[in-house]
């Protein structure tokens, strides 16, 4: 079995106008989301601004909030994001590295301006 290795990936579909990102849930199983390009242009460069994001993509409801601290009452230090998804009464809820999100980021503007085996 070929194993899942990065706890981020996207795929940038140009042609279909479709952008893949994938969350790693364990080495064997990942939860996929679909956004359009636009509305990727949008999450990948609000995730990490204070007010996070509150919006829906492709009918996934996000919030995305980047943390500096743990929940309450200890409040100790961290640096993550959290990436909640909601669709028809289910959510995900997913605490990701922060350096993985930009990661993803730099790969994203990797991938728009370079041709892809897939392109």
């Given at each position: 079995?070929?194993?899942?290795?990065?706890n981020l990936?996207?795929?940038?579909?140009?042609?279909?106008?479709?952008?893949?990102?994938?969350?790693?849930?364990?080495?064997?199983?990942?939860?996929?989301?679909?956004?359009?390009i636009d509305?990727?242009?949008?999450?990948?460069?609000?995730?990490?601004?204070?007010?996070?994001?509150?919006?829906?993509?492709?009918?996934?409801?996000?919030?995305?909030?980047?943390?500096?601290?743990?929940?309450?009452?200890?409040?100790?230090?961290?640096?993550?994001?959290?990436?909640?998804?909601?669709?028809?009464?289910?959510?995900?809820?997913?605490?990701?590295?922060?350096?993985?999100?930009?990661?993803?980021?730099?790969?994203?503007?990797?991938?728009?301006?370079?041709?892809?085996?897939?392109?």
């Amino acid at each position: 079995m070929l194993n899942f290795t990065s706890n981020l990936k996207i795929y940038l579909f140009k042609e279909k106008n479709k952008v893949s990102f994938s969350v790693k849930i364990s080495d064997s199983l990942v939860t996929e989301y679909f956004f359009t390009i636009d509305e990727f242009n949008e999450f990948i460069s609000s995730w990490d601004k204070p007010q996070g994001i509150n919006a829906v993509y492709s009918g996934v409801h996000w919030s995305v909030l980047h943390k500096t601290t743990t929940a309450r009452p200890e409040a100790g230090s961290a640096n993550y994001v959290r990436l909640t998804a909601n669709k028809n009464g289910i959510g995900m809820h997913h605490r990701v590295d922060y350096l993985d999100m930009l990661n993803v980021k730099k790969d994203y503007f990797y991938q728009q301006n370079n041709k892809m085996y897939w392109d």
